[in-house]
Structure formats: C-alpha cells, structure tokens
C-alpha cells in the first residue's frame, strides 16, 4: 500500500448541546450549540492551527456546521456539507432524556441498550443501517483525498462507527472508549479500510473551565 494513497482523517465529534448536557436524544433534531460548545470550536480551531488540512467536511446539522465553520473559516476553506454524516435517526426517542425514554417506552428502552444491529425506534434507524450509511459516507469523501488530510466533523454517533470500524468491534461490543465533545479522532484511511491512530484527544480544552470562571 502506497503511503501517498493514504488519507489522514481528524474525526470530531461536535461541542456541546444544551440537549447534551440534559442527556436528551437529539438524532435529526437541529440543535444549535450552547455557549459552552461554542467555546469549544474555537479552542478546536486554535488547537489544530498548526496542522495541514486540505478540505473539512461537516453534517448538514448546525451543531456540527458551527463546530466545523471555526476550523473552515480559519484556513479560508469551503465548508462542505453532507447530509450522510448525521447522527442516527432515533424516532420517536427524539427530544427525550434517558430517564424518558425508559419510563415511555421501557420494552423499546431495553432492545436500544442492548444495542440489537437490527432494532430501530419506531420512526428510526437501526444500529446496522445507521452504521452502514455513516462508514461508507467517510469512506467516499477519504477516498476522495489520497495522501492528504481532512477534517470530518459529525456526532457521537459517528465517531462510535469510526471506532467500531477502524478497531473491528462488533456493533453489540460495550463501549468503553470516550466520545467526547470537540475531541479530535485520528485515523488513517486507504482502500484497505481504516485504522485507528489516536483517540479522544480533548488536551485542547482543559482549560475551558478556568477560562470561563476568569
């Protein structure tokens, strides 16, 4: 495998929600960042200042547009939206807490937990077609950029596919890796597929919470 068909991809997961830290199901729904999130990107965009990046891609949803525009706006590249990279479609658990959805709807509540590949919430997607339709979208815009780097900014979601991807865990695997807010992911991608470089990298907002009590 020839290095220059290589593409570095910085995965990020998107800042903060005020739905996030309610642990309320976004999914689909358009939820802007909070204060908090916004500071985030721009610790992001400052963080990665130093490093080549050739094109950033964002999910059409202006949690993610707002987290990528930082880091887009700061080396003058397009931003290019694409409707693939969102979050999974959760049905009818959309616009619900944790705490709700399992009160509701608890025998649907139990099969989500369980991560059953083939469970969808009524309205929703399932694990294995949300998977299928979030790789293959990274895939196609990797394999666009051969030997160079990209940023792809999406939901937590995502970035769990990426994982389970690049380190071969199956969807129904316990998650023990951190999906962090703003985090910077990095893999490598070629024909062969991903491999996984590091993860969760968040030394960029240590000292958010110093800053904001300043």
């Known amino acids: 495998m020839s290095l220059d068909a290589v593409t570095t991809v910085l995965a990020i997961r998107h800042g903060e929600t005020a739905w996030n830290a ?7 729904i358009d939820i802007p960042l909070n204060e908090r999130g916004l500071a985030q990107a721009r610790l992001l965009a400052e963080a990665l200042a130093g490093e080549q990046i050739d094109a950033v891609y964002s999910s059409d949803l202006q949690r ?11 080396r003058e590249l397009p931003l290019n939206l694409d409707a693939r990279l969102r979050e999974r479609h959760f049905g009818i658990f959309e616009g619900l807490t944790w705490a709700e959805i399992e009160a ?14 083939d469970f969808a919430a ?3 997607e399932s694990l294995q ?6 790789v293959a979208a990274v895939e196609r815009i990797a394999l666009t950029h051969p030997g160079q780097t990209i940023a792809i900014v ?3 979601g995502v970035m769990d596919c990426l994982y389970r991807a690049a380190s071969r865990q199956p969807l129904q695997a316990v998650r023990t890796w951190k999906l962090g807010n703003a985090a910077v992911n990095r893999l490598l991608w070629s024909s062969e597929g991903p491999t996984l470089v590091g ?5 960029h907002l240590d000292g958010l919470d110093n800053e904001a009590e300043g």
């Open 129 to 134: 077609d949300f998977f299928a339709r979030a």
């Open 22 to 28: 309610d642990t309320r199901i976004q999914g689909h």
């Open 122 to 124: 009524p309205g929703g």
């Open 199 to 203: 993860w969760n990298d968040d030394m």
């Open 64 to 74: 993610a547009q707002q987290t990528a525009a930082a880091l887009a706006s700061s």
């Open 104 to 117: 509701r709807h608890a025998e649907d509540s139990a099969r989500w937990r369980r991560r059953e590949p």
């Open 154 to 156: 999406a939901h937590g």
